[in-house]
């Protein structure tokens, strides 16, 4: 009797603590008959974040015209957003709908069958009312996965009001902006802004330089194994990023500064310059910004003796929303996604957080964030844009890519091992 | 204690649940760390393949071990005896003993990302408290670019890591004295040993099984340590704070080597096992009882 009652308490023991794990999950499926929930994963967690106040009024008005479709929002911030769904892929748990990147980011999880193919849901027109070519990151192997709802450029923003103060003219190339870093270090001034711990950003400043030395379709054909990366072009961009870096063109410590940090001073009107994705200027435009009203946004100064122009970007679609292949609700997922992007990209665009990547000109000009504004026009007679290397590349490569640019900036590599480093990757 | 069953039984729900969340998984990431997989497609199997590549093909894992034993080394010799000092001079009942003992405890309670953005803060190139300080007194040439260098990235993500558990430690080992008996002093008052004295032969040898605690906790946790080296440098820049938990992360996350990963994990765990065994054979306490 005595063992009797002890075998029964370890039962119990053992049980409750299973009991506990599992009890929640029978109650949350009670109303689904009735009622179809899809969730929605996002990136944009804080009231800061550019595309949030857009995406939870478009959410806002679908809950209230679809009462038999209702949607949640569940927001993840910062880089652990891109953890939390390569371990949702990995277990297969992803929700119906989720943000995530195009391109190499994104492959895994296509090969793996975790992504809803969406070709045959696009043959409504959806495919003509898109920018062309705005597809091709999400493409693999034939198969459409994600929707784009926003266009990003690199941009060159320059802080007007610190050039006129200190009498130096805003660099229309290479040489020119290697004269302004000089100038502005005489005056005690932090001349370039850049995140260099984040890697990435960092990165930019190499990428568009090689744009600049190779034209966009050197660029591309490299990237896809064509060409070499030991082609002289590429040695002389890492040359060229290396002078910068020992000109002191890059603000005190930017190695060891987040891209929030360095961004930080450049919004505070303390550095003149800053190349990143056109997303900063919602920041740089919003009434709380020390410096709204006094930054041009363009191009990256061109290289005097190559053959790209101005109208070379570096940039892309590459922010997309996909279906996860688990769904029991595939058509409804396919149509909230389309109804989130083509919303998001006009709503995006109203408020400045990017521009937009579907052809509807429902927009008041007259409220558009003008730096945005004044990028649309010179973007619209774009001839090429290279996507930023790392997104191009796959996780290994683009890590090594990332890696490679911060041991160029810190002279632990000559442009010659860069360009055979990289080189490395085609082979 | 004579009913071994019963013993066995009351053990078993815990015995249960340890197996499945510490053990199984241990278990699961070996058989990963013999794999090819990016963690979310099919996986090939390799052997040691991993565990080959660690050693010989990967400096940057090698690099990040030296720096996490350099880390321990830094604990366990700079770390513990402030805390020793600390504990022994608040034991000795001193005025306020109580305050500062809350005082140097108040790091630990804090969350290490809010400690990492706080010493982010004072490292800070342009307007970091540090360099600030140093430039009012005139100290200019010792400004430095505390995070962003090379040379001194791993010093500056170190102090914080060290600065952290020092109350964690002084808490320890002052449980410990206060628990020594107050006759053992009032004989060695009798027979003339106080202050250091009673220190150096009464107190540190009697505090001994927790001061070998302490260092198996020190040495343990700068192995793994991940947090503050992911805040504050994240492992940069170009690798010179990297430590294997950072590199571990990069490579399973950012670059999809989920096997590969894997293997460093089980290194850590290996390395960890290793350290805490030698630790015990070069205490070889007896037990002490009052």
Redesign the interface.
């Known amino acids: 009797m005595k063992r009797l009652g002890l075998i029964a308490a370890a039962v119990l023991l053992t049980f409750t603590l299973a009991a506990c794990g599992s009890a929640n999950k029978a109650s949350e499926g009670s109303n689904e008959a009735a009622v179809k929930n899809l969730t929605i994963w996002t990136t944009w967690a804080s009231d800061g974040d550019t595309f949030k106040a857009p995406i939870d009024k478009i959410v806002a008005d679908w809950n209230a015209n679809n009462p038999t479709i209702q949607l949640k929002v569940e927001a993840t911030a910062g880089e652990s957003y891109k953890t939390k769904i390569k371990t949702a892929a990995a277990a297969n748990e992803l929700p119906d709908i989720f943000f995530t990147w195009g391109a190499g980011f994104s492959k895994p999880f296509a090969e793996s069958g975790t992504l809803l193919p969406l070709n045959e849901y696009l043959n409504d027109g959806t495919k003509d009312r898109v920018l062309a070519g705005s597809l091709e990151n999400f493409t693999y192997d034939d198969n459409i996965y994600g929707l784009p709802f926003t266009l990003y450029v690199g941009t060159f923003f320059v802080n007007e009001e610190l050039f006129d103060a200190n009498g130096i003219a805003v660099p229309a190339n290479y040489e020119e902006l290697l004269t302004a870093v000089k100038a502005f270090r005489e005056k005690g001034i932090n001349p370039i802004a850049v995140g260099g711990k984040d890697l990435w950003p960092s990165m930019f400043y190499y990428d568009v330089l090689a744009l600049r030395e190779g034209g966009a379709d050197l660029n591309l054909d490299a990237l896809k194994g064509g060409t070499s990366f030991e082609d002289p072009v590429f040695v002389e961009a890492a040359r060229k990023l290396q002078e910068l870096a020992n000109a002191d063109a890059f603000a005190d410590g930017f190695m060891g500064l987040s891209r929030d940090e360095s961004e930080a001073v450049f919004a505070s009107g303390q550095i003149p310059m800053y190349y990143n994705g056109s997303w900063v200027a919602t920041a740089l435009e919003s009434d709380s910004s020390a410096i709204k009203g006094k930054v041009k946004a363009m191009n990256f100064p061109l290289v005097s003796g190559t053959t790209s122009s101005g109208d070379e970007w570096l940039g892309g679609v590459n922010d997309t929303f996909m279906v996860s292949s688990n769904t029991p609700h595939k058509d409804e997922a396919v149509q909230v996604l389309k109804y989130l992007t083509e919303n998001l990209s006009n709503e995006g665009y109203q408020v400045g957080a990017g521009l937009p990547t579907w052809k509807t000109t429902e927009v008041d000009e007259s409220k558009i964030n003008p730096l945005l504004a004044d990028l649309v026009k010179q973007t619209e007679s774009a001839t090429g844009i290279v996507p930023p290397w790392d997104i191009y590349l796959e996780g290994q490569d683009a890590e090594k890519h990332k890696n490679l640019v911060a041991q160029l900036l810190t002279n632990n590599i000559t442009p010659e091992q860069f360009a055979k480093e990289m080189q490395a990757i085609n082979e | 204690m004579r009913d071994k ?2 013993i066995m ?2 053990v ?2 815990a015995f ?2 340890y197996c499945l969340i510490v053990l199984l998984p241990i278990l699961i990431s070996t058989y990963y760390s013999l794999l090819d997989w ?5 996986g090939t199997f390799i052997g040691i393949q991993n565990y080959i590549k660690l050693f010989t093909g990967d400096p940057i894992f090698i690099k990040s071990l030296w720096n996490s034993i350099l880390l321990a080394v830094l604990s366990v010799f700079i770390q513990l005896p402030i805390s020793l000092i600390l504990a022994l001079v608040l034991a000795s009942k001193v005025k306020g003993s109580r305050f500062y003992r809350t005082v140097y405890f108040i790091p630990v309670v804090m969350s290490t990302v809010v400690i990492g953005q706080l010493w ?1 803060k004072i ?4 307007f970091g408290l540090l360099n600030d300080v140093l430039g009012s007194l005139g100290l200019d040439a010792w400004k430095r ?6 040379s001194t ?1 791993l010093g500056a993500a170190f102090v914080p890591i060290v600065w952290q558990y020092i109350g964690y430690h002084m808490l320890l080992m002052f449980a410990s004295a206060k628990s020594i008996p107050d006759d053992i002093y009032e004989a060695a008052r009798i027979d003339g040993a106080t202050g250091l004295k009673s220190a150096l032969h009464i107190t540190i040898p009697l505090i001994k099984p927790m001061l070998q605690v302490s260092v198996i906790f020190a040495v343990i946790g700068s192995l793994k340590t991940f947090d503050f080296i992911y805040v504050l ?2 492992g ?4 010179a704070s990297e430590v294997p938990s950072t590199w571990m992360f ?1 490579n399973i ?6 096997g590969y990963g894997s293997a460093m994990a089980i290194m850590i765990i290996l390395e960890c096992l290793l350290f805490t065994v030698i630790i015990q054979k070069m205490f070889k306490t007896e037990q002490i009882t009052y």
């Open positions: 069953k019963a039984i009351f078993l729900p249960i649940v990016n963690g979310i497609s099919q982010m490292y800070h190139p342009s670019e505390w995070l962003g260098s090379e990235a440098t994240n940069g820049p170009v690798h990069n996350f950012n670059q999809y080597l989920y």
